[in-house]
């Protein structure tokens, strides 16, 4: 079996409308008539993955698919400044493919050829629930439509999930563009609380913070927050720094 063809697709859905929240998928066809699927959505960067995927794909022709271990290897040492968001990205949705592939031509699933089913249930928990759950700013002007979420939504929406059945919800708290100050983790601190007095003791909350941190307010984040026992704190700082993020 050999690879003759790489495609790249960017797609959107109606909540996602800008380039910034594309998805991008890969597909690699085989002469066998096999095709396998990937996904690889990078925000922002999906016109640059795009780009890169294709570049692969002129190594890719030809290929033996079923080698995926050095295909992953040939793609990261293919240039010498190897690594970076665009190209482990563009790696990781050709692995998924072939992958995809190997899996229906031996006819089972990717899981069956990773190892063989570790459970038999996954734990999910609900996210998006919190999107236009805003009110205005105190002491701002309504007509510059500025706006904050609103703890007394966040709480009854919380709820909503709780009695739907939801055993565990992510939200994203902690607002700004890209560094967050004081009064926002202040009025973050009091959606968690709002969130937490709503649903009870017995539903995981899970605190996305989008790397809007440093090392010294994450810590500070992290202290205020042990009183709502919350599941998980991810992603409090950039993720470029690892003795930091340690």
């Known amino acids: 079996m050999k690879i003759i063809d790489v495609k790249v697709?960017?797609?959107?859905?109606?909540v996602h409308k800008t380039a910034g929240t594309n998805w991008l998928f890969v597909r690699i066809d085989t002469d066998a008539g096999i095709s396998g699927w990937g996904e690889g959505s990078l925000q922002y960067k999906d016109a640059a993955l795009e780009a890169e995927i294709l570049d692969f794909g002129k190594f890719l022709e030809g290929k033996d698919p079923f080698r995926i271990d050095w295909i992953w290897t040939s793609l990261y040492r293919r240039v010498t400044w190897s690594g970076g968001a665009v190209t482990m990205s563009a790696i990781a949705a050709i692995d998924l493919a072939l992958w995809d592939i190997k899996a229906k031509a031996y006819e089972m699933p990717v899981w069956e050829l990773a190892g063989g089913k570790h459970r038999d249930e996954v734990k999910v928990y609900a996210n998006g629930w919190f999107e236009g759950l805003t009110e205005p700013i105190?002491?701002?002007p309504a007509e510059t439509a500025s706006r904050q979420a609103s703890p007394e939504l966040h709480a009854k929406a919380a709820l909503e999930l709780k009695n739907d059945g939801?055993?565990?919800l992510k939200f994203y708290p902690f607002g700004g563009p890209q560094v967050t100050t004081p009064e926002q983790i202040d009025h973050g601190i009091e959606l968690v609380q709002a969130v937490r007095e709503a649903v009870g003791n017995d539903m995981d909350i899970g605190i996305d913070i989008r790397a809007r941190l440093d090392v010294w307010s994450a810590g500070r984040v992290a202290k205020r927050l042990e009183p709502f026992d919350i599941a998980?704190?991810?992603e409090p700082i950039l993720y470029d720094n690892v003795e930091a993020m340690a």
């Open 166 to 168: 939801w055993k565990a």
């Open 138 to 140: 105190p002491g701002v």
């Open 232 to 234: 998980w704190m991810e």
């Open 9 to 14: 697709f960017r797609t959107s859905t109606p």
